[in-house]
T-cell receptor, first 111, second 111 residues
């Protein structure tokens, strides 16, 4: 069974601070996605990483896929209150038919 | 706007009852996935339909069943409801890359 473990589970920081969220697995994934979910809504796709070692940037967010395609990280620079939400990593299994999710990291950015 | 709509948005049932949740998927996406998200957890994969046939299933009992129609819309049916079935049920249309585009979900409460 493929599992994705996210850490930390909860993070409360001040506006302007930097943070990193981790997503780890013992399994290899074809690709890995990061989603953000706000209360009462479905998850919204932020980015997909496919190649081992790949780094993608989305404004103040930097996403990295591990060389072995088993882990990923999300780094936010100068966090803002609008970044508050549940961040989910999700991996597409090597068979290519199932996407599994981590339990999420709940981020709260205080003004 | 993902183009994925779900209905109903909220509903309350009692133990033992049956429920049908509906999903209209984004145009052009022939694959739809269903997820269950309990409070404070990440989405759990229920099953996936491709061209009207189930082509992947998570660890859910047979009382969770589904359908996909020729226009790629979909239904999730749950029989003999239990209290633990209370959750947000998410439908997502799926790209071949594994990227998911979610609706806002149907929140089911079982009393």
């Amino acid at each position: 069974t493929q599992l994705l473990e996210q850490s930390p589970q909860f993070l409360s920081i001040q506006e302007g601070e930097n943070l990193t969220v981790y997503c780890n697995s013992s399994s290899v994934f074809s690709s890995l996605q990061w989603y953000r979910q706000e209360p009462g809504e479905g998850p919204v796709l932020l980015v997909t990483v496919v190649t081992g070692g790949e780094v993608k940037k989305l404004k103040r967010l930097t996403f990295q896929f591990g060389d072995a395609r088993k882990d990923s990280s999300l780094h936010i620079t100068a966090a803002q209150p609008g970044d508050t939400g549940l961040y989910l990593c999700a991996g597409l299994n090597t068979g290519g038919f199932k996407t599994i999710f981590g339990a999420g990291t709940r981020l709260f950015v205080k003004a | 706007e993902t183009g994925v709509t779900q209905s109903p948005t909220h509903l309350i049932k009692t133990r033992g009852q049956q429920v049908t949740l509906r999903c209209s998927s984004q145009s052009g996406h022939n694959t739809v996935s269903w997820y269950q998200q309990a409070l404070g957890q990440g989405p759990q994969f229920i099953f996936q339909y491709y061209r009207e046939e189930e082509n992947g299933r998570g660890n859910f009992p047979p009382r969770f069943s589904g359908l996909q129609f020729p226009n790629y819309s979909s239904e999730l049916n749950v029989n003999a409801l239990e209290l633990d079935d209370s959750a947000l049920y998410l439908c997502a249309s799926r790209e071949w890359t594994g990227e998911l585009f979610f609706g806002e979900g149907s929140r089911l409460t079982v009393l």
